[in-house]
């Protein structure tokens, strides 16, 4: 190049800025380049919608209730798409506000107060009924039954205003990033089909999926706990 424009190496080095020795070295790549790139190629092509930061690896609820520790806030909300026939179906989310885990996401063609009921009944037996249910006055949440069982199993509701959904933040910021990261880049041929890919998609979000507020941890990562099987002396 230097040849070219007619000027010596030395001046175009002081001219650009740079040590003569970038111009008579030739590059080294890391020795791990190539495995580097092509593990990043293959994050971006099974995680592609997750963007730059978690492929290396807020807070926007409302000021009330504000979790503590975990289980005391659960919110809940409706998704709605669409199998590959045209047909709609529903997925009922519930998280923890706290650790962030999506504890349930039911899926139906459809889903009454009484599927609610059904499904919270499901998820106070396995983790125990928690201090609040947010959710919006939509008529599911807000029909009698639902109140008074919520009510007798020793909890409370915590409805948000209504045409007020970041109230509900961490419940509309997970429903974004399940409708971004999943249903938008599937076809759901069937009910079934929509309810393995959900769920397999709930626990690869629990255990895997980077989080940014949590340091880019998982909510729920699975945890091998080490038993030393050695016999001990008596």
């Not at 107060?113 to 919006?136: E, H, K, M, N």
Request: aromatic residues 8%; charged residues 30%; proline residues 7%.
């Amino acid at each position: 190049m230097c040849e070219t424009l007619g000027i010596s190496e030395r001046r175009a080095c002081r001219v650009l800025g740079q040590h003569r020795s970038t111009q008579r070295k030739p590059p080294q790549g890391r020795d791990d380049e190539a495995r580097l790139t092509a593990d990043v190629i293959e994050l971006a092509r099974e995680f592609g919608r997750y963007g730059y930061r978690r492929l290396w690896l807020g807070d926007s609820s409302c000021v009330r209730l504000k979790p503590e520790h975990p289980n005391p806030v659960r919110p809940c909300d409706f998704v709605q798409d669409r199998t590959n026939d045209g047909r709609a179906y529903r997925t009922l989310n519930t998280l923890d506000e706290y650790t962030r885990e999506a504890l349930m996401i039911r899926v139906d063609r459809q889903l009454n107060s009484t599927d609610v009921l059904d499904a919270l009944t499901d998820l106070f037996i396995q983790r125990g009924p928690p201090r609040f249910i947010r959710s919006d006055n939509g008529p599911e949440f807000i029909a009698p039954k639902i109140r008074d069982w919520i009510e007798l199993v020793g909890a409370k509701t915590a409805h948000i205003e209504p045409g007020s959904p970041w109230e509900n933040g961490y419940c509309e910021s997970f429903n974004a990033r399940f409708r971004n990261e999943l249903l938008n880049g599937e076809v759901f041929y069937s009910l079934r089909e929509a309810q393995i890919l959900i769920e397999r998609w709930r626990k690869h979000y629990n255990m895997d999926r980077p989080h940014s507020a949590l340091g880019y941890g998982a909510p729920a990562p699975d945890v091998f706990i080490l038993i030393d099987r050695r016999p001990t002396m008596h």
